[in-house]
Nanobody
């Protein structure tokens, strides 16, 4: 059983920074992609950024140049460094780990005040 646990969310002022972490534990061999999604009430969950096992990275246009995704394969951990945060970045951020199945974390709230 794979467990995915996020941490690092919180309240920050506009222009500030936060770093999210997501660790996968359990049967975690053959992890392919690790990524971050976000969701606000009434909207669909959207991709923020993901990183493949070979290092290929995708970013949503809205976060390019402000967010940086990275991963530590030895620790089965993915990070999201968020800078120049805007109020519209406020959302619940979810970690996704793709191995033999899709594994989601429980989500962590990020609130950016204006």
């Amino acid at each position: 059983q794979v467990q995915v646990v996020e941490s690092g969310g919180g309240l920050v002022q506009a222009g500030g920074s936060l770093r999210l972490s997501c660790a996968a534990s359990g049967v975690v061999f053959s992890i392919n992609t690790m990524g971050w999604y976000r969701q606000t009430p009434g909207k669909q969950r959207e991709l923020v950024a993901d990183i493949g096992s070979s290092g290929t990275i995708n970013y949503a246009d809205s976060v390019k140049g402000r967010f940086t995704i990275s991963r530590d394969n030895a620790k089965n951990t993915v990070y999201l460094q968020m800078s120049s945060l805007k109020p519209e970045d406020t959302a619940v951020y979810y970690c996704l780990v793709i191995a033999s199945y899709y594994y989601w974390g429980q989500g962590t709230q990020v609130t950016v005040s204006s």
